[in-house]
């Protein structure tokens, strides 16, 4: 068992110290946000995770993990110290690592033993090397000299699977120069890895490139689909069809390839925007992250123009959202391509009846202050009346929908599917004008 804390209590803080102490170890997670504390402390979670909260109970239960907001209740006598720090982007694309070095300083003035540093924020390459920097210099500037080491250790987890994604990882990486870390390192992981092959060993620059290549690389799959989607649509192909062709060939594979409205969330967004930010300053081409970005952006543009381009003048309109979250089993609206239709829809004048299964509660927050929006209590009541349905998250009760009795609630039958959803001839024979990413409306197949 090792005596853990995890500095930072958003998803990867959260996640990674419930599932450590789910295998035994004790853990803290320090937070120097007192009200983020004080919900936790009091049985409640600050965002939605499938299976956390479940998790976070049990272990808490059973005395593995406790939270904080002092730093000297955390670092004295622990072992292993993660820093899952939020690195928000500086106005320039840069990121901003204020969080993170001064955490670094709060842990030399309270460590007193030797201690491994493993960095899982997401920073650019070069900065886990400053958090040492950071760490030697207060300690010499406390007098003490106290060894310790540092490893970077990126996290993969996917928000709606971050908690299998952390118990049964595909894969772990660990940068670092120092032996004694790695092997305490593999040591922590061995409940985690099923094989020595899942643990990827490298220096930490690697390491921190990786994780920014990841999601750059993800980011870069789905915006190529919304882009071969609007080709197909232009040249009467069907993009689902396509995707089953590229898909079936082992050498791309099946995952990422589903058309859409466009990627949202923390993590493609941002990392996308780092990268390319790290590629500016150091005068390396930089035009395909460009690309990645603007046709992400472009697909939610080109979603609201069919809606716009279908009534004409939106004036007056009802239209129901279905989801509001940027992807299904989350609650996270960051950067979501519902927050861009709903404001190009007020702007041009139409009534919006909003639903969410999980996004309810931050989205009345977020969007409270708006006229002309009512928040549904479920699907059904979001469509009555309504001229349009627009499906933005693919939640799976909107799959399994009674669209017969939707047919006799709303005012007009039209869907604008914005994640391809549902079956195009199942639709028509419902009598629904519907729309989809990358596929003709199946009166125009009977044209052709």
């Not at 059973?62 to 292993?80: M, N, S, V, W």
């Not at 690195?87 to 201690?115: C, G, H, I, R």
């Not at 094989?195 to 990786?210: K, N, P, R, T």
Request: proline share 3%.
């Amino acid at each position: 068992m090792k005596k853990i804390t995890v500095i930072g209590t958003g998803y990867v803080g959260l996640v990674t110290g419930a599932c450590l102490a789910e295998v035994g170890n004790q853990v803290t997670c320090l937070d120097i946000d007192t009200e983020k504390i004080e919900t936790l402390n009091s049985g409640n979670l600050p965002f939605y995770e499938p299976g956390l909260k479940e998790l976070v109970h049990r272990v808490v239960k059973a005395k593995r993990l406790q939270f904080t907001d002092k730093y000297q209740e955390a670092i004295p006598g622990c072992d292993i110290c993660f820093f899952a720090l939020p690195t928000p982007l500086n106005e320039d694309e840069s990121s901003d690592l204020s969080y993170v070095f001064l955490a670094a300083k709060q842990l030399a003035e309270t460590m007193d033993n030797y201690l491994v540093v493993v960095n899982k924020s997401t920073v650019p390459v070069g900065t886990t090397e400053k958090i040492r920097q950071a760490i030697q210099e207060s300690l010499e500037e406390r007098g003490f000299t106290i060894a310790f080491d540092i490893v970077s250790n990126p996290e993969f987890l996917r928000e709606g699977t971050a908690v299998s994604d952390s118990m049964k990882p595909d894969r772990i990486l660990l940068g670092t120069d120092s032996t004694k870390a790695l092997r305490a390192m593999k040591e922590l992981y061995a409940s985690f890895s099923e094989s020595s092959d899942q643990i990827l060993v490298m220096d930490i620059a690697s390491s921190e490139l990786a994780k920014y290549a990841a999601n750059a690389m993800l980011a870069s799959r789905i915006s190529f689909m919304n882009n071969l989607a609007g080709l197909c649509e232009k040249l009467g192909a069907n993009i689902k069809d396509v995707r089953q062709a590229i898909g079936a060939d082992k050498r791309i594979g099946k995952n990422y390839l589903d058309p859409g409205i466009g990627f949202g969330g923390s993590c493609l967004p941002k990392d996308v925007r780092a990268l390319r930010s790290m590629a500016k300053k150091l005068g390396h081409p930089f035009c395909m992250y460009d690309s990645i970005l603007e046709i992400n952006k472009r697909q939610q543009k080109i979603f609201f123009e069919k809606i716009l381009h279908y009534f004409g003048n939106l004036e007056g309109k009802t239209l129901a959202f279905w989801g509001l979250s940027f992807k299904p089993d989350t609650d996270d609206l960051r950067e979501a391509p519902s927050l861009y239709l709903i404001q190009k829809c007020l702007e041009h004048g139409a009534l919006l009846r909003l639903f969410d299964p999980i996004a309810m509660p931050k989205a009345k927050l977020l969007l409270n202050h708006l006229e002309n929006i009512h928040f549904a209590k479920d699907e059904y009541e979001a469509a009555e009346g309504t001229d349009a349905i627009v499906l933005v998250t693919e939640w799976k009760q909107f799959q399994f929908a009674d669209f017969e009795k939707i047919g006799v609630a709303v005012h007009n039958k039209v869907l604008f599917d914005g994640r391809n959803q549902y079956c195009d001839q199942e639709m028509a024979a419902l009598g629904f004008d519907y729309f989809s990413v990358g596929r003709k409306k199946v009166s125009e197949m009977a044209m052709t």
